[in-house]
């Protein structure tokens, strides 16, 4: 049996089609742009891509009925054992992959509180499932369930203790399906029960953040109750006074949304070069046109990754090594370069070479043989929830 | 000649007359409740303490006038050799301790849109002292002057370039004076030129810092435009998820003061214990009461201290020491103990003898001899302030 892989954003559902032994992708597509007449979904089976405009009403259950339709078409319905669905927010309730239940959907919903931008989307997802595929069921894996065992050292924050009984307003942490799947693939690297490994993990893309894991499990993050805290990212800038917001409010004539936009959609790696959120992008105008601000922006994100990766260090005796993953952390030698440069005193140590042949999805250890491993891992999240969607059916099932 | 250095809050003036080249503090003392009718002033003179309740007007002038009487009344005026000033923030003006004249009065005003609270504040204090002491020359030393070696990657945050360029918005750093005189005293004790010095000094009072020193010069430092970045301090939260202001506004109908007081005034320390500011009130709390919040409160403190003190190993490839200074780092063996433990990783192992031993003005090397040094110092910025305002005047004079 394969697994439905669904991670629906606002206006767009990500979509795969996965065997959860072995994480091959039979088919797979985005459909963006929903809720406008540009609304498109892409599908990709066997290197065939295909492309069909959506006709109204633009949304996510049109997206869906064509999905269902080119699934029959290639005869892939009958071999979906499940749908498995990308959840941000888990709150403090989910610490494992869930079956969604009615309760279980009141519960994300309540959860929206905390996550406005994400969980209502994943919602839409679930319904718009539910309705295409009535047969099948529905498994929640949430993007904060593998940082639950965090200690209250790493989840509490210096305010009013009241707020978090009250509000559960505490650290997270996102990205976990990530984290967790380099973390696995690293301690067979390593050859090390995951139990045994301390790792540090930096997955680095559109949203970056650090994990660090102590005997195979999350102690620390860096994003936090949202994703925007910790580092600087394509379009977030990560921690920031918080004197600069109420400086922004207070005297420079911002409200509350505008500094919400700013430092959510116009800072970052955008912010500092005035020139674009992509990393690529910045790598070019540096190295081609000498830009300044693109290098400064790059060295800004770079300084700041090290430092938290060097943070990390406070939660561990024993450090087996670090991975890097994410669009940046997997193909930007550039990125790790400046990044491991900066971590000597933690005894890491780059081999350029090795750091230059390692990227578009090779995969292995970038340092040199007396540094501790840098290992390069490429992340798969549609794997981890097709794995954790099939096991919870065969746990379920005896 | 001394120099009689001044530290003039809102509602306070902390007040020392001091010998430049050795320190000797001749006389000492704290007018306080300024602007309301129990206003007092307290004047300490070899080991003879004195109050006085100040009368009507409640005000600055009224307490410098009560110390100009005591010092003519003890025949210190006439060695006064300059005021020395305390200023908060000197925004990128200025890296170096400047004679006051009516242009610098008008960039301190001007600096007070980066710190409303204390540039004010700290004018008034000049005031007061240009009536009170007409013929002496007034010097101000700026707490953020330390940190204007900090390179570009240190200083800008991941927001709209744009903001640093029109509207000064960048980390500048507080507790310079501080961790100047700390970092000149470690410098003496590991036998160094303070050029060739590479440390990270932890100031730990009611506020908080972290500064990292590259060969002599400040190179990062966690307090950032506001001193509310950073460390969790006695009421101050430092670092916090933006989208947790976001939150209390748009969901818990706080408005964007009522953010501001909590996180300034009630939380750190304060607001997860929900019992003191205070670092012995809590010590005490914890082990005489087995009080969880004042533990929880104490364990976050120091987690977020000793992640802090290791993320600063990305900014250095040599480091020859810590050094802990303030109230609490003079003082708390726990603390030390605490923060000490988590650094193993950067070879720090602390000789908790040594640790117990050095407490109450006692300095000295507290970690094991096959540690990297850790340096209890205590910190003396009245000194600091007297000692530039002398220098400043020999150099004017010639
Ligand atoms: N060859 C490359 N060199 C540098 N950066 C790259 C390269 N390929 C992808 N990236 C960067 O990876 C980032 C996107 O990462 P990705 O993990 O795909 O994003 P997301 O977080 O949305 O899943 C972009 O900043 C992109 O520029
Ligand atoms: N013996 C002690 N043990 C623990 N903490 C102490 C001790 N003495 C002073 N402190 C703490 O030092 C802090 C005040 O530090 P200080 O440097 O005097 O403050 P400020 O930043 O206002 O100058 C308080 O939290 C106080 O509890």
Redesign the interface.
């Known amino acids: 049996d394969s697994i439905l892989v669904i991670n629906c954003g606002s206006s767009s559902v990500k979509f795969s089609l996965i065997k959860p032994d072995n994480g091959e992708t039979l088919l797979s597509g985005l459909a963006e742009r929903l809720l406008t007449d540009e609304a498109v979904i892409k599908i990709e089976h066997k290197d065939e891509k295909k492309s069909y405009q959506l006709t109204s009403p633009f949304n996510h259950q049109t997206a869906l009925a064509v999905l269902v339709e080119q699934l029959q078409s290639l005869n892939l319905v009958d071999n979906i054992g499940a749908v498995g669905h990308r959840v941000v927010h888990g709150g403090e309730q989910y610490s494992k992959p869930t079956l969604i239940t009615p309760e279980v959907e009141q519960e994300i919903k309540q959860l929206s ?2 996550a406005p931008l994400h969980n209502p989307a994943n919602l839409i997802g679930i319904k718009a499932c539910q309705a295409a595929f009535q047969h099948l069921l529905q498994v929640a894996v949430f993007d904060t369930a593998y940082h639950q065992t965090m200690p ?3 989840y ?7 707020l978090y009984q009250e ?1 559960a ?1 505490r ?1 997270y942490g996102f990205h976990g399906t990530s984290h967790y799947f380099v973390a696995k693939q690293a301690a067979k690297q390593l050859n090390k029960p995951i139990e045994q490994c301390n790792l540090i993990s930096a997955h680095l893309g559109n949203g970056c953040s650090i994990t660090v894991i102590k005997n195979g499990k999350s102690v620390d993050t860096s994003m ?6 910790g580092l ?2 394509g379009t ?12 922004l ?4 004539g911002y409200s ?1 949304e505008d ?2 936009k ?2 959510n959609k ?3 790696l955008l ?4 020139l674009s959120n992509d990393c690529r992008v910045l790598q070019a105008a540096m190295i081609d046109d000498n830009n300044e ?1 693109a290098k ?1 922006a790059l ?3 770079c ?2 990754i ?14 087996d090594g670090l991975i890097l993953t994410g669009g940046i952390g997997e193909n930007s030698s550039w990125v790790r370069s400046e990044v491991i440069k ?5 005894n890491f140590v780059l081999d350029e070479e090795k750091n230059e042949a390692t990227r578009f999805g090779a995969s292995g250890n970038i340092a040199t043989s007396s540094s501790r491993p840098c290992l390069v891992i490429t992340t798969n999240e549609e794997w981890v929830i097709a794995e954790q969607t099939s096991q919870l059916l065969t746990n379920n099932a005896n």
């Open positions: 509180a905390l209250e050292k790493a509490i924050y210096g305010i009013a203790y009241s509000h307003i650290r936090g109750m949202t994703p925007g805290e600087m990212m977030r800038c990560g921690d920031l006074d918080s004197g600069i917001i109420f400086h409010v207070n005297s420079l509350i500094v919400d700013l430092v116009e800072s970052g912010g500092i070069s005035g601000q400064l060295t800004v994100f300084y700041r090290a430092k938290s990766i060097a943070s990390y260090s406070a939660s561990l005796t024993e450090l900066q971590l000597s005193l933690l």
